[in-house]
């Protein structure tokens, strides 16, 4: 099983990861397709978007805001519900911490599900904000130092 980090910097590839999040957020967890769009799912220097691939099947997506020049907050990481459970998101937030830091990015924050709470916390990840409600789910606030 390869895993591919796709960089969408065309709208094609950009509209692969709204798709799938669309069907994890909005379908899976029932949320307003609206609440998950905003001003970050475009093009621009700010933020950047990845779709996630399986032997160059899309499986997932991740989007990325860059804080500053120092700080990335990982936001809408999804993965589709056939590919959980193998342990992949692991191994995509490795991915992505060599790749930001590589680029000189020494923190990360993460909007993580509550549910989700163990996983990142097995990643090296901390707990910073606990527990708050979203439309449709409960969340936390976490982060890691990279080197």
């Known amino acids: 099983m390869r895993i591919k980090l796709i960089r969408a910097r065309d709208p094609h590839t950009l509209h692969y990861c709204f798709s799938i999040r669309h069907k994890v957020f909005a379908d899976e967890m029932d949320n307003d397709q609206y609440i998950e769009?905003?001003?970050?799912?475009?093009?621009?220097?700010?933020?950047?978007?990845?779709?996630?691939?399986?032997?160059?099947?899309?499986?997932?997506?991740?989007?990325?805001?860059?804080?500053?020049?120092?700080?990335?907050?990982?936001?809408?990481?999804?993965?589709?519900?056939?590919?959980?459970?193998?342990?992949?998101?692991?191994?995509?937030?490795?991915?992505?911490?060599?790749?930001?830091?590589?680029?000189?990015?020494?923190?990360?924050?993460?909007?993580?599900l509550t549910s989700t709470k163990d996983l990142f916390m097995r990643q090296g990840y901390s707990v910073i904000f606990s527990e708050f409600a979203k439309p449709s789910h409960n969340s936390i606030i976490m982060e890691k130092r990279i080197h």
């Open 37 to 112: 769009r905003d001003r970050f799912d475009s093009f621009n220097l700010d933020c950047d978007h990845f779709l996630i691939a399986i032997n160059n099947d899309p499986i997932g997506s991740i989007r990325v805001l860059k804080l500053d020049k120092k700080t990335i907050r990982l936001q809408r990481f999804c993965i589709l519900k056939n590919y959980r459970s193998r342990g992949i998101g692991p191994k995509v937030l490795r991915m992505i911490e060599r790749y930001y830091f590589e680029r000189g990015y020494e923190h990360i924050i993460l909007d993580a």
